[in-house]
C-alpha cells in the first residue's frame, strides 16, 4: 500500500507545521502459521503516544458492543462458577468504557493503558494504571489486585509486538480457570468488505480462527470459543482458556472450516484481493472527481483512524473533501489529517458549511451516522466508499 503517516498522531491545523513522517505499509503472510501481518512496524512510542486521541465511550456502536461482550462473558462465569466473585483486568483499557459494564455487573475491574485516555478513565472511578501493557505493568498490577478471572483485549491484542509476550503475562496474572477473551479485526471480513482502510501500522496482525488457534496454542491456551461480531465492520470475539481447562466449541471447527473454502489461511485469497482494491480505489476516485467537477461541495464524517488510511491511499486533499466532521468533545477536533490539509472540525459547524455531499469515512457504522446526520437536517447526500463506492441520495 505504498508509504502512509500514522493514523493517530494528527497535526494541528497549521500550514507551517513540519513534514508528516510516513512509513512503509505492506501485508505480508506467514507460509507455516497462515498469519497474516504488516511487513513494517513502527517502535510503539511513536503508535501509542500519550497524546493519543481516541476515546471508546464516543462511539455508541461500540459501548453497544462491549455492554453485550460483558454480559455474555459473566453470564458464561457465573454459570461455570456461581460461587465466585470475579475480578477482570483490561488491556489497553482506553477511557474505561469496557470496564465499566463489568463493574455495572457486579466485577472488581482494573485496567492498563499508556495514553491519556487513562486519565479519563480515572476521573470516572475506574481505576487504571497509566503504562503500557508489559511484564513490568502485570506485575504492578497483580500486586495491586491479584490473580483475576478475566484479562480482556478488545481491538489491543493484534496491535502489541510480541504476542507470545503478551500471552506469557496474561498467563501470569490469570487465576488457573480464568478466561481470556480478546476481540480483533477478523481477515476474512476484511477481505470480503474490501477494509483496505483497517490496514494501518496499529493493525501489526490480521487474525483468522486457524492463525490465532496456533499463536494460543504455542502460548499455553485453547481457543474455546468464536463469535463472530459488528464491531469495526466485522470482527471475532475469541475465548480462550488455558490447555486442557474448558471444553472446545463446536464454533471454533465451524470458523476454520469456512476459511479453508475460501482460500483465506493457503494464501489463494492474496492475489484477488490485492486486484480487487486497485479496481475499487480507481472507481472511487473517479466518483469524487466527478461530483467535484459538477461543483459538488463535498465533506467528510467521522475521522476514525482508518479514515486517515482511506484518504492517504486515495489521494485525496482538501481540493477533494473540504473538511471532516468530528463528534462535539472529540480530541481530534482542531487537528488536520495528515500529509493533507483537511481539516478536522465540530459536526455541528461542518453542516453549517452546507455540504451537498457527505463522505461516509466511518462507513462501518453508516447506518447510526446516517440516521443522525439525517435527525440534524443534513438534506445532501452520502458517499458510501465500501465495500462498493456508490452515492446514496436523499428522499426528495
Keep these: 500500500m505504498g508509504l502512509a503517516p500514522l493514523v493517530n498522531t494528527l497535526p494541528p491545523v497549521d500550514l507551517d507545521s513540519p513534514v508528516d513522517i510516513v512509513y512503509d505499509l505492506a501485508?505480508?503472510?506467514?507460509?507455516?502459521?497462515?498469519?497474516?501481518?504488516?511487513r513494517f512496524a513502527p517502535d510503539m512510542q511513536s503508535v501509542f503516544p500519550e497524546s493519543y486521541p481516541y476515546l471508546s465511550g464516543l462511539t455508541t456502536p461500540l459501548v453497544r458492543n462491549f455492554q453485550n461482550q460483558a454480559l455474555d462473558v459473566v453470564k458464561f462465569l457465573k454459570e461455570k462458577f456461581?460461587?465466585?466473585?470475579?475480578?477482570?483486568?483490561?488491556?489497553?483499557s482506553n477511557d474505561g468504557t469496557l470496564l465499566k459494564c463489568y463493574s455495572d455487573l457486579g466485577c472488581d475491574v482494573y485496567g492498563i493503558e499508556p495514553t491519556q485516555a487513562s486519565d479519563v478513565a480515572n476521573a470516572n472511578g475506574i481505576k487504571t494504571l497509566k503504562a503500557y501493557f508489559n511484564s513490568q505493568s502485570v506485575a504492578h498490577a497483580k500486586g495491586e489486585i491479584g490473580k483475576v478471572s478475566l484479562v480482556t483485549a478488545t481491538n489491543v491484542f493484534?496491535?502489541?509486538?510480541?504476542?507470545l509476550q503478551i500471552l506469557a503475562d496474561i498467563s501470569e496474572i490469570l487465576e488457573e480457570e480464568g478466561l481470556f477473551v480478546s476481540?480483533?479485526?477478523?481477515?476474512?471480513?476484511?477481505?470480503?468488505?474490501?477494509?483496505?482502510d483497517t490496514i494501518y501500522h496499529e493493525h501489526l496482525r490480521y487474525y483468522t480462527v486457524v492463525s490465532i488457534e496456533a499463536l494460543l496454542n504455542r502460548g499455553g491456551f485453547d481457543l474455546i470459543k468464536v463469535q463472530k461480531i459488528e464491531s469495526h465492520g466485522g470482527s471475532v470475539r475469541i475465548w480462550a482458556a488455558r490447555k486442557?481447562?474448558?471444553?472446545?466449541?463446536?464454533?471454533?471447527?465451524?470458523?476454520?472450516?469456512s476459511e479453508k473454502s475460501a482460500g483465506i489461511n493457503d494464501g489463494s485469497f492474496l492475489t484477488t484481493f490485492d486486484e480487487s482494491v486497485k479496481v475499487w480505489r480507481n472507481e472511487l476516485c473517479a466518483l469524487i472527481n466527478s461530483l467535484n467537477l459538477k461543483g459538488a461541495n463535498i465533506g467528510g464524517i467521522g475521522a476514525p483512524s482508518r479514515s486517515v488510511i482511506m484518504i492517504s491511499y486515495l489521494g485525496l486533499n482538501h481540493n477533494d473533501v473540504f473538511a471532516i466532521g468530528e463528534k462535539t468533545g472529540s480530541k481530534k477536533i482542531g487537528k488536520r489529517i495528515p500529509t493533507t490539509r483537511?481539516?478536522?472540525?465540530?459536526?455541528?459547524e461542518l453542516l453549517n458549511l452546507k455540504p451537498t455531499h457527505l463522505l461516509l469515512l466511518s462507513w462501518h457504522m453508516g447506518d447510526d451516522l446516517i440516521a443522525n446526520l439525517r435527525s440534524k437536517g443534513f438534506t445532501g447526500d452520502f458517499i458510501v466508499p465500501l465495500p462498493t463506492p456508490r452515492i446514496l441520495k436523499a428522499q426528495r
Excluded: R
Aim: charged share 20%; net charge negative; glycine share 4%.
Design 82 to 92: 456461581p460461587e465466585n466473585y470475579f475480578k477482570v483486568l483490561d488491556i489497553g
Design 342 to 348: 483537511i481539516p478536522i472540525i465540530d459536526e455541528a
Design 158 to 163: 493484534a496491535h502489541i509486538p510480541n504476542p
Design 27 to 38: 501485508l505480508i503472510q506467514c507460509e507455516e502459521c497462515t498469519l497474516v501481518q504488516l
Design 244 to 257: 486442557g481447562i474448558m471444553s472446545i466449541d463446536a464454533s471454533v471447527a465451524e470458523f476454520k472450516e
Design 183 to 196: 476481540e480483533n479485526h477478523y481477515l476474512s471480513d476484511l477481505v470480503d468488505q474490501l477494509q483496505i
